[in-house]
């Protein structure tokens, strides 16, 4: 086997719990366990580092994933927020907002998941629906009550874009995916191409045409790859796109 990679995963501030464990930064097991899975070598990356530190740990990296979590700062791309707007974070809109450009601009392989690929459209330029259900009519659900709906279980069906890096990953013209995500993209950033449509037209998946590998799917592999291998090829060709030599 060659080199294993080096693969950034993205993280989050929590504030508000008690000492000993008071403030945190944190990320989803699943990121990390996905990307051992796959063969990487997992880092998780502090979302409160200075724009030098972060750019120096970033250059250090094989390849990177944007993981999920709260709302981007509608303000970033130019709008008033709308009630619904959960889990601002500047930080870590700023340091991923950062890395998602440098990403694209290096060709370092890219997997954003849900808030990531949000992050990615508009590190590019791109805007976001800020809240599905009371935004667009007759949209699917594509959130869900953690009690009703377990995050392995399949929410809506995606087709995908048979000329795509998606496609060819999936090897299929659509998947099943879970969902839990209250905005999508708005305004496709010029640089993407949309590689995956819910059957009410939400945008579940991007990518940037001319990298190596810089995919964004809207909704969660990493609950679902241990019973869909189609999901564990998504980490893999991270994996494997990352451990190509520049
Ligand atoms: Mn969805």
């Not at 508000?16 to 063969?39: F, K, N, S």
């Not at 500047?90 to 370092?108: F, G, I, P, S």
């Not at 950033?189 to 939400?202: C, E, F, N, R, T």
């Amino acid at each position: 086997m060659t080199k294993r990679p080096l693969i950034g995963i993205t993280a989050f501030e929590t504030k508000h719990l008690r000492p000993p464990h008071a403030p945190l930064y944190a990320t989803g097991q699943r990121y990390v366990r996905a990307i051992e899975d796959a063969g990487g070598l997992p880092v998780i990356l502090s979302p409160a580092l200075t724009n030098e530190t972060l750019r120096a740990v970033f250059e250090r990296l094989d390849g990177l994933l944007l993981s999920g979590g709260g709302d981007i700062d509608p303000a970033i791309y130019g709008e008033e927020p709308h009630p619904s707007i959960w889990g601002l974070d500047m930080n870590r809109d700023r340091a991923e907002l950062a890395m998602a450009k440098w990403a694209a601009d290096a060709q370092t392989p890219l997997l954003c998941i849900c808030r990531g690929t949000q992050v990615l459209n508009v590190a590019l330029g791109g805007s976001l629906v800020q809240d599905i259900a009371s935004m667009v009519p007759d949209a699917l659900t594509h959130m869900y009550d953690e009690e009703v709906m377990p995050r392995e279980a399949v929410a809506h069906p995606v087709k995908v874009e048979t000329d795509s890096l998606l496609a060819s990953l999936i090897q299929d013209k659509s998947a099943e995916v879970n969902s839990w995500h209250h905005q999508s993209i708005k305004r496709v950033a010029d640089d993407l191409k949309v590689v995956a449509l819910s059957p009410d037209g939400i945008v579940e998946a991007i990518e940037l045409p001319g990298h190596p590998f810089a995919l964004g799917v809207q909704w969660h592999p990493e609950w679902l790859y241990h019973q869909q291998p189609e999901m564990a090829r998504l980490f893999a060709g991270l994996v494997e796109a990352a451990s190509t030599d520049k």
